[in-house]
T-cell receptor
Framework: GAVVSQHPSRVICKSGTSVKIECRSL??????MFWYRQFPKQSLMLMAT?????????EQGVEKDKFLINHASLTLSTLTVTSAHPEDSSFYIC??????????FGPGTRLTVT | QKEVEQNSGPLSVPEGAIASLNCTYS??????FFWYRQYSGKSPELIMS????GDKEDGRFTAQLNKASQYVSLLIRDSQPSDSATYLC????????????FGGGTRLMVKP
């Protein structure tokens, strides 16, 4: 199957700093990638849809100025959490869309803001 | 009414038994259906996709789709403790473009 990587897998940062998470499709080109957030024992929550070469589409309630998404190439999308606060601590997961609308997920990034 | 519904479980089955996981969806125009497995603390992994009515088998997994009843299921034969995870049903809704709509997931526990 298709492989999606994420980096870093785990990050701890101080409140007020920014954190960048990278998502790469390793063996296929992904015109569309997605960013999710998942809190413990809760369902996946879609944050935004990232299309190569265009602006991301954010879900209702997700602040686009706080969660900056850049999809600069067919294999790379980045999510930057700006001015992170403890309530942003979560498991962030990206996915890349395949040819039949299936999504291949990266391994996730666990963010802890202290 | 949620767009994709799953019983949250836990569904407990003995090792070697068949686990049956069910999912209903509300968008009659949905065309693509997926099952994901998510271990605790990990990201979801695609295990099955199904696009037409009937059964699709892959190893110990069988996906079943009935579009008339708006129902999709996943059967796991010869369940193993390593199958213990949360299983997510996902559907492509008619109007949402590239997105998938996920159910809340069913937690499966396979007891040795």
């Amino acid at each position: 199957g298709a492989v999606v990587s994420q980096h870093p897998s785990r990050v701890i940062c101080k409140s007020g700093t920014s954190v960048k998470i990278e998502c790469r499709s390793l063996d296929f080109q992904a015109t569309t990638m997605f960013w999710y957030r998942q809190f413990p024992k809760q369902s996946l929550m879609l944050m935004a849809t990232s299309n190569e070469g265009s602006k991301a589409t954010y879900e209702q309630g997700v602040e686009k100025d706080k969660f900056l998404i850049n999809h600069a190439s067919l294999t790379l999308s980045t999510l930057t959490v700006t001015s992170a606060h403890p309530e942003d601590s979560s498991f962030y997961i990206c996915s890349a869309r395949g040819q039949n609308y299936e999504q291949y997920f990266g391994p996730g990034t666990r963010l802890t803001v202290t | 009414q949620k767009e994709v519904e799953q019983n949250s479980g836990p569904l407990s089955v003995p090792e070697g038994a068949i686990a049956s996981l069910n999912c209903t969806y509300s968008d009659r125009g949905s065309q693509s259906f997926f099952w994901y497995r998510q271990y605790s603390g990990k990201s979801p992994e695609l295990i099955m996709s199904i696009y037409s009515n009937g059964d699709k088998e892959d190893g110990r997994f069988t996906a079943q789709l009935n579009k008339a009843s708006q129902y999709v299921s996943l059967l796991i034969r010869d369940s193993q403790p390593s199958d213990s995870a949360t299983y997510l049903c996902a559907v492509t809704p008619t109007t949402a473009g590239n997105m998938l709509t996920f159910g809340g997931g069913t937690r499966l526990m396979v007891k040795p």
